[in-house]
């Protein structure tokens, strides 16, 4: 038993201690099969030619193989097992160069036949430079490969405008030039950022580079417009070349955010504003002729203006309209003017300097030419201008040169034909005449303008439909509606003595210069004590204010009424009374001395006027009680 043991055990340790050698023997096979492969790539990379290619393909295959034979023993492993490596040529790898014309110029730089399908490493492999030309290419895609090409030339060639993207992903890109080619755009080339050299000439039409610039009268396609705004985006470029297109930009303002260009070359274009180069200051090379360039004078403290080439620009002047016989008097536009600068001038019309003017005299139809002319600001469509035509020419450079032709569009007109007057009328809406009319004289089909005046206190209603017009032979009229303006409030106050507010305010509203009238309220427990003079009057500017001024009644204490007395019932009359017979008078007694006898009383006198008598008042107080007892007795 004890045998036994012992016999297991060493069983057990021999079957531990191989375990490690066997994985270990399993990862190595796996490693070495991996670097083998590695290193059969490069090698192929290296010498990829027709002879060998079969070859490659076999080892390829048996490479394939033994990876997958390796796999297949190292499944129960931890270590996952390498991916195969497709091989340069493979038959299984993707087309990167879709059009075979495109990929036959590059097998030709890889050495390749012109149906090899190149690899993305082999397009990695290719550097310098490579050239597209006078070939249609169906796409350009595949070109993005080219990670490590550092110039490129399309000359001549036809390719889908959508296709510059794949131009602009070669991101070693240093020097491109795209001419005669067409590209009727420059979208898609905005990602390039390492440009040195650009050249973009005579693209975007068939026959391009025909025609020799913007010499009058020449016959050749109208040119594309580009955006060049994405030229910047190359801080390094140092060498521009934009030749035989159009700028949609005509300033060309871009070439202000390129601080390194040293070399310029813009011609056959429509550049007509050199401002944008002032702050070159490592411009050293400038051509810029045949465009439309009138002015250098931004350029008159650059080291570069002695040596400028700018000759054969076209400047066109804006259009005038002349009556036969008329002259014709314009602003010199050439610019810097100096004594250096020398005109040739037509003799027909007979033409002259004056100052800082050019003048035409008795401009007719004979005088007129028609030039060829091109629409600088599209590029589309070429255009025949009537006009005058000016040579000019500097003769201040040493080394350099401005010339070109002054181009003055002139239509001329049959002869001038008084027009009959306008007259301008200021009316109210009643049409009443606010303002002296105004009387425009000229000639028959000039136009005429009309304004309105302005009328104190009035503003205007409407602008007539013919306030601007032509003249005719037949007498217009214009007028001018006015409204008259509103008039500040009127506020109309009713107070107290004391100033104080007894009644609400009135507020009257009109238009200036119309009467108002205002008038006093009935305010219970007040009496008006003062009417104000402007009581009535006109709204006008300012507002103005009416007050009446009350004062408060006194109180007074009623009477109580007295109640009416009852009629008296009329008295019956009485009978009257029969008259007395007068008696015979008594004699009077004889006065006597005699004591004891009484003296006779004297007879006394009438009285005065103003005097009583008892009598008298008795028979008044006695009639008056009878009265009343005849009364008293007829109540009973």
């Known amino acids: 038993m004890k045998k036994i043991f012992k016999l297991l055990v060493i069983i057990c340790v021999v079957i531990v201690s191989a375990v490690p050698f066997s994985t270990f023997a399993k990862e190595t096979d796996a490693t070495d099969i991996e670097q083998e492969t590695t290193a059969l790539k490069g090698d192929n990379l290296e010498t990829t030619t027709p002879d060998n290619q079969t070859e490659i393909k076999d080892e390829s295959t048996a490479t394939e193989d033994k990876a997958k034979e390796t796999t297949s023993k190292t499944e129960s492993g931890t ?21 075979a014309n495109l990929r036959a110029t590059i097998n030709t730089e890889l050495e390749k036949p012109t149906d090899y399908l190149p690899t993305e490493a082999d397009l990695r492999s290719i550097s310098g430079s490579l050239n597209l030309r006078n070939t249609t290419y169906t796409t350009l895609d595949g070109l993005q490969y080219l990670k490590n090409v550092i110039g490129l030339q399309a000359v001549g060639i036809t390719a889908p405008d959508g296709d510059l993207s794949y131009i602009a992903q070669m991101s070693s890109l240093a020097y491109l030039q795209i001419n005669t080619s067409s590209f009727k755009t420059t979208a898609g080339l905005e990602a390039l950022t390492s440009l040195r050299n650009f050249q ?3 693209n975007g039409q068939a026959g391009s580079g025909s025609g020799s610039g913007n010499e009058i009268g020449d016959n050749f396609d109208p040119r594309t417009a580009y955006d060049f705004s994405f030229v910047p985006n190359n801080t390094a470029l140092k060498y521009l070349e934009i030749e035989g297109v159009y700028s949609v930009d005509p300033k060309y303002s871009f070439l202000s955010d390129l601080p390194d260009l040293e ?48 000759s054969d620009q076209v400047v066109v002047l804006p259009g005038k309209d002349v009556y ?45 030419v028609n030039y060829r002319l091109y629409n600088y600001e599209t590029g589309k469509n070429d255009i025949s201008t009537p006009g005058v035509k ?98 500040a409030p009127v506020t109309v106050n009713y107070v107290d003595e004391n100033g104080q507010n007894i009644a609400p305010s009135d507020t ?3 238009k200036i210069g119309i009467a108002y009238q205002t008038s006093a309220k009935t305010i219970d427990g007040y009496k008006l004590t003062n009417t104000p003079t402007n009581a009535s009057g006109v709204f006008g500017v300012d507002a103005k204010t009416v007050t009446y001024e009350y004062e408060k009644e006194t109180n007074i204490d009623p009477v109580d009424p007295v109640d009416p007395v009852d009629p008296v019932d009329p008295v019956d009359p009485v009978d009257p009374v029969d008259p007395v017979d007068p008696t015979d008078p008594t ?36 009639s008056l009680f009878l009265v009343s007892g005849v009364i008293l007795l007829r109540r009973k």
């Open 390 to 487: 000016m040579n000019f020419k500097s003769t201040e450079f040493t080394a350099g040169q401005f010339s070109g032709q002054i181009i003055q569009p002139i239509n001329v007109q049959a002869p001038a034909v008084d027009a009959a007057p306008v007259t301008v009328k200021y009316v109210d809406e009643s049409g009443t005449k606010l303002a002296d009319d105004t009387v425009l004289n000229g000639k028959v089909d000039e136009t005429y303008t009309t304004t309105a005046k302005t009328i104190e206190n009035y503003q205007l209603k409407e602008t007539p439909a013919n306030q601007t017009g032509t003249f005719t032979s037949e007498p217009q009229t214009v007028t001018y509606v006015y409204t008259l303006n509103d008039g």
């Open 324 to 368: 036969a016989g008329d002259s014709l008097t314009i602003d010199k536009p050439i610019k810097p003017d100096s004594s250096a600068m020398e005109y040739t001038l037509p003799s027909n019309p007979v033409t002259t300097i004056s100052g800082d003017t050019i003048v035409m005299s008795n401009i007719t139809n004979d005088c007129i």
């Open 79 to 99: 270590k996952e097992p390498p991916e195969p490596i497709l091989m340069a040529g493979d038959a299984s790898e993707t087309n990167l160069i879709p059009d």
């Open 200 to 202: 973009w000439t005579n």
């Open 263 to 310: 070399h310029l070359n813009i011609t056959i274009s429509n550049m007509n504003d050199v401002s944008s180069l002032a702050g070159a200051d490592k411009l050293t090379y400038l051509n810029v002729s045949a465009n439309y360039i009138g002015d250098i004078s931004p350029l008159k403290d650059h080291p570069v203006y002695n040596n400028i080439s700018a």
């Open 587 to 622: 004699n009077p007694l004889n006065p006597t001395s005699d004591p004891g006898v009484v003296k006779a009383t004297e007879k006394a006198n009438l009285p005065h006027t103003g005097d009583t008598t008892n009598h008298s008042m008795g028979l008044t107080l006695g």
């Open 508 to 510: 009257l509203i009109g």
